[in-house]
C-alpha cells in the first residue's frame, strides 16, 4: 500500500541530484546567475542556510568582495 499525505515533507524526484549538478555547471559560466533555495539541495532550515552561505560566498568571490 502506498499512501501519499498532501501535506508531508517533500520529496525530490528520481535524478534530482543530477539535475541539479548539470544546472549549476552550466551556470557556473553565467556570471552573477545562481541557485539557492529548498528546491535545489535540501529541504530542512539547515540545508536551506548552508548552501545561502555557499551561494553568498560564489557571489562575494565573483564581485572580489571580502566574505564578513
Do not use: M
Request: glycine share 8%; aromatic share 4%.
Amino acid at each position: 500500500w502506498v499512501i501519499r499525505h498532501d501535506h508531508a515533507i517533500p520529496q525530490y524526484a528520481v535524478g534530482h541530484r543530477a539535475l541539479v549538478s548539470t544546472l549549476t555547471a552550466r551556470l557556473a559560466a553565467r556570471r552573477g546567475l545562481h541557485l539557492a533555495g529548498s528546491g535545489y539541495r535540501g529541504i530542512s532550515v539547515p540545508s536551506i542556510l548552508a548552501d545561502a552561505e555557499r551561494v553568498a560566498g560564489r557571489v562575494l568571490a565573483e564581485a572580489e568582495l571580502p566574505r564578513p
